[in-house]
């Protein structure tokens, strides 16, 4: 079965880019240019996992992440921030929202893709062996 990501970010180029790699790798692919029309996909489409950006004009991915952590059904879905704020404050805003991961802009597709598949996979409750990406501890840039 097709899992679904949902991608929202306001840049085309960054969803174009996914969504070329995700497709290309099976995965269906929603998209969303703001933070309000991603929450309302999320709720009416439960994608099995989240790409989120931070800075989107409106309602920004950090409250996109805390209106997710409090939704009792949006709450188990994955995040993964793709985003170009690397500094610590902005990684401990992302920990403080629920994010499971952070992802650095720009990014290696082949990254994006293994990030991905570490997180569906321990959803579909395959047994993984541990590794710097495994969804049991949140992936995080050195700091």
């Keep these: 079965m097709k899992k679904t990501i949902l991608t929202i970010d306001d840049q085309a180029d960054i969803r174009r880019l996914v969504r070329m790699t995700l497709e290309y790798d099976g995965y269906t692919v929603l998209e969303a240019s703001e933070g309000a ?30 209106t997710l952590q409090a939704d009792p059904v949006l709450s188990r879905i994955p995040v993964i921030m793709l985003t170009a704020l690397d500094r610590d404050a902005d990684i401990d805003a992302g920990l403080e929202v629920g994010v499971r991961a952070y992802l650095c802009k720009p990014f290696g597709p082949v990254e994006l893709l293994q990030m991905i598949e570490s997180f569906i996979q321990e959803a579909d409750g395959a047994a993984t062996a541990p590794s710097a990406t495994a969804p049991t501890t949140p992936h995080f840039p050195s700091r």
């Design 37 to 66: 029309e991603g929450l309302a996909l999320a709720r009416s489409r439960r994608p099995d996992l989240i790409l989120l950006d931070v800075m989107m004009p409106g309602v920004d991915g950090l409250m996109v992440g805390k």
